[in-house]
């Protein structure tokens, strides 16, 4: 299964590097890609709606004790929702990825002075709730991230280890793989998204399994 796992992983960079003025990073230290324009405004709007209204407190995992450590607000979406069922399907266009392998979309909204500290997507193989998050279906592999909205002034994403970091723009998608070739955990995805400084920021976020999750 961790073969499989590893293969599909290379479908997707594959996948990904053919996509039409998509970008890749130039680093080595992690595969991480761009593409401006992924949805159009009218979907992005609709999501910011379902957001405003379904927004609660984030939360994380292995709690650090920084109670200030993600401040944002996220939403839980009704999958049936023609626009969510929509992204859903670009999302599985561009990646290739069966969506059972997909944990449900969320959309996260940020106000001024609101962050999410230097963090990684993946659950820490030491962590202590590592078992019961990585029960059903493994670790995580792909993130896929959305700017729905271009914020007055702040709220980049810092890729430290890469010396790379994205102002929000609305439209543009981010993708990474949140592991190595041999299939370890890459710490070098470590990213912060930075404090909005002026207006509001939402994005989307979609993250993959290395195991089916879906049933």
Known sequence: MATEALQQAATVAERLRATRNIQRVPTP???LFTLRDFMPGDERLRLMELIDANRQPSTITDSNGDDYFRTSETCHFDES???VMKLEERLQALSGIDPVFGEPLQ???YEVGQEFK???DYFEPNGRDYDA???RGGNRTWTFMVYLNTPDAGGATRFKVANKMFQPEAGRLLGWNNR???GSPNAATLHHAMKVRKGLKYVITKWYREL???Q
């Open 29 to 31: 230290k992690l595969e």
């Open 81 to 83: 929702d023609p626009v």
């Open 107 to 109: 959309g996260q909204r």
């Open 118 to 120: 230097a963090h990684t």
């Open 133 to 135: 998050n990585c029960q």
């Open 180 to 182: 190595r070739a041999d």
């Open 212 to 214: 089916p999750y879906r």
